[in-house]
C-alpha cells in the first residue's frame, strides 16, 4: 500500500481509536461529533507526522485528487462576492484532502482492532435504525401514508434520510465482506449477530423505502450477478439471480406499506415533472427544476463561473424570478456536482472535478476489487443527481469509503485474519 505508516506510542494509538469511534458515531447522530472526530484524526495524524520529522512520508496519489477536489470552490475566492460563504464551502472543502490524509498518517492497528471497529460501526448503524423504527409503531397507518407526500420515517443528522440510507447501503457492504473474518476473530455467535444485523439492514432499507440505498443496493447485486456469472457463461444462475431480484423487489413493493406508498409517489412525482409541473413538496421535481437552473446560471459565465460563495445568491434570484410560485424550500442548488462545480467555477473546474475523481479511483491499490468499487462509484453516481461534495456527511461519506481501505490491513474484504490471542 502506498503510503507511510507511522508506529508510534500507544497514546497516539488510543487517540486515533477514540478520533475513529467519535467520527463513526457522529456518522449516524450528530453533525458535532463528525467535526470532533475529524479534528482528533487530523490532530493525531499531524502529531505522528511532526513528531518524526525525519520520517519519509509518501503519500499516496489518491490525496492529489481529493485535492483536486478543494481547489476549484477555494480558488474561485477570487471573483466570489461574498467572501463570508466562500470561507463556508471551502471549510467544507477542505476536509476531503485533510481527512483522507488523516487516514493515510493513521497509526498501524491490529487487524482484530480493525475488525473491533467495524463491529461497532455497523453496530452503531443497527441502533440509529432501531430509532428511525420507533417513530413507527405510535402511528404505523399514519406513518405509511405519509410517504404519499414525500415524507419518510425519522431518521437522526437532520433527518437526512438521503445520506442515510446510503450509510446503510455502505454498511452493508461491508458487513458481506467481512462476515468470514468476524467468524474466524471472534466465533459463531459474533458472526451469527452480525448477519442478523446484515439481514436487518436490508429489510429497514425497504421499510424506509429511501431511493438512494435501494437504488444503490439493487444495482450493486445486478452487476455482482453480471460480473460473476455473465463472463463464466453461468446462465443458470445468472437468471436464477435476476429472477431473485424481480421477485424480491416486487414482493416489497406489494407488501411493504411504507415501499407501496413511495413507490405509487415517485411515480406521481414523475408524471408532474415530465409534463412541466412543479409542485410544492415534489422532491424530484424540485432536483430537475434546479437542474434547469444550473443549466441557465452556467451560460451566464461557462469559463469562469459564478464564484463558490455566490451560488447561493445567484440560485435564491433565479428562483425569484422563473418559480416564484413555489415555496422558497424547493429552491436547491444544482442536484448534480458536475452543476455545481461548473456554475462556481465554469468549465476548467468541472474538468479538474472529473479528473480528481478519476485519480482517486485509477490509483487505488484496491480498484479491482468489487467491494471498492461498489462504494466508490455508487457515490459518484449519486453526484449525478446530488451535490455529495457540498455538505459535511456526503463528504464524510465519501472520505470513509475511500479512507478506511488505507486504514484496514486487509480491506474491508472476505479474507481470513489469523486467530489470535485475545
Same mark, same amino acid.
Request: hydrophobic share 50%; with cysteine; charged share 10%.
Given at each position: ?48 507526522l511532526f513528531s518524526r520529522p525525519s520520517l519519509p512520508v509518501r503519500w499516496p496519489k489518491q490525496l492529489f485528487g481529493f485535492v ?90 437532520? #433527518? ?5 440510507? =446510503? ?5 452493508? /457492504?461491508? +458487513? @458481506? *465482506?467481512? &462476515? ?50 455473465? #463472463? ?5 444462475? =445468472? ?5 431473485? /431480484?424481480? +421477485? @424480491? *423487489?416486487? &414482493? ?26 412543479y409542485i410544492d413538496g415534489l422532491t424530484d421535481g424540485a432536483r430537475v427544476l434546479s437542474w434547469k437552473a444550473g443549466k441557465a ?23 425569484? *424570478? ?10 436547491l442548488q444544482p442536484s448534480n456536482e458536475w452543476l455545481m462545480y461548473l456554475c462556481g467555477s465554469g468549465i476548467p473546474g468541472m ?72
Open positions: 500500500m502506498e503510503g507511510t505508516r507511522l508506529k508510534d506510542s500507544p497514546v497516539r494509538v488510543k487517540a486515533y481509536i477514540a478520533g475513529l469511534i467519535l467520527f463513526l458515531t457522529g456518522l449516524v447522530s450528530s453533525k458535532a461529533l463528525i467535526s470532533l472526530g475529524s479534528v482528533i484524526l487530523i490532530g493525531t495524524a499531524c502529531w505522528g483536486l477536489l478543494f481547489l476549484p470552490p477555494f480558488i474561485s475566492g477570487i471573483w466570489s462576492a461574498s467572501v463570508q460563504d466562500w470561507m463556508q464551502v471551502s471549510q467544507n472543502k477542505i476536509m476531503l484532502p485533510a481527512l483522507f490524509a488523516s487516514f493515510c498518517l493513521a497509526p498501524g492497528l491490529e487487524p482484530k482492532t480493525m475488525l473491533r471497529l467495524g463491529l461497532f460501526q455497523a453496530m452503531t448503524v443497527v441502533l440509529a435504525s432501531w430509532y428511525s423504527m420507533l417513530t413507527l409503531w405510535p402511528d404505523p397507518s399514519g406513518i405509511s401514508s405519509s410517504y404519499l407526500e414525500a415524507k419518510t420515517l425519522k431518521v437522526f443528522l437532520s #433527518n437526512d434520510h438521503l445520506h442515510f440510507s =446510503l450509510y446503510v447501503f455502505i454498511t452493508i /457492504l461491508l +458487513l @458481506l *465482506a467481512n &462476515l468470514n473474518a468476524f467468524r474466524m476473530q471472534f466465533g459463531k455467535g459474533v458472526y451469527l449477530t452480525a448477519s442478523i444485523g446484515l439481514a436487518w439492514l436490508v429489510i429497514y432499507l425497504h421499510i424506509l423505502g429511501a431511493k438512494t440505498g435501494l437504488l444503490l443496493l439493487y444495482l450493486t447485486a445486478f452487476i455482482y450477478l453480471i460480473m460473476n456469472y455473465l #463472463n463464466g457463461k453461468q446462465w443458470l444462475r =445468472l437468471g436464477a439471480g435476476f429472477i431473485v /431480484l424481480f +421477485l @424480491l *423487489a416486487s &414482493l416489497s413493493i406489494s407488501q411493504i406499506p411504507t415501499l407501496k406508498n413511495r413507490f405509487y409517489y415517485t411515480l406521481y412525482d414523475f408524471n408532474q415533472y415530465i409534463h412541466g409541473a446560471v452556467a451560460l451566464e459565465s461557462p469559463w469562469m463561473g459564478k464564484g463558490f460563495g455566490d451560488l447561493h445568491h445567484t440560485f435564491m434570484k433565479w428562483h425569484q *424570478a422563473h418559480s416564484a410560485q413555489l415555496q422558497p424550500y424547493n429552491w474538468l479538474i472535478l472529473t479528473l480528481g475523481l478519476w485519480l482517486i479511483y485509477r490509483h487505488s491499490p484496491f480498484r479491482e476489487h468489487f467491494l471498492f468499487l461498489a462504494l466508490y462509484c455508487s457515490q459518484v453516481l449519486m453526484m449525478f443527481y446530488e451535490v455529495n461534495l457540498t455538505n459535511q456527511i456526503g463528504i464524510s461519506l465519501l472520505v470513509f469509503s475511500v479512507g478506511w481501505f488505507q486504514c484496514s490491513p486487509s480491506p474491508g474484504r472476505e479474507a481470513s485474519f489469523r486467530k489470535q490471542g485475545t
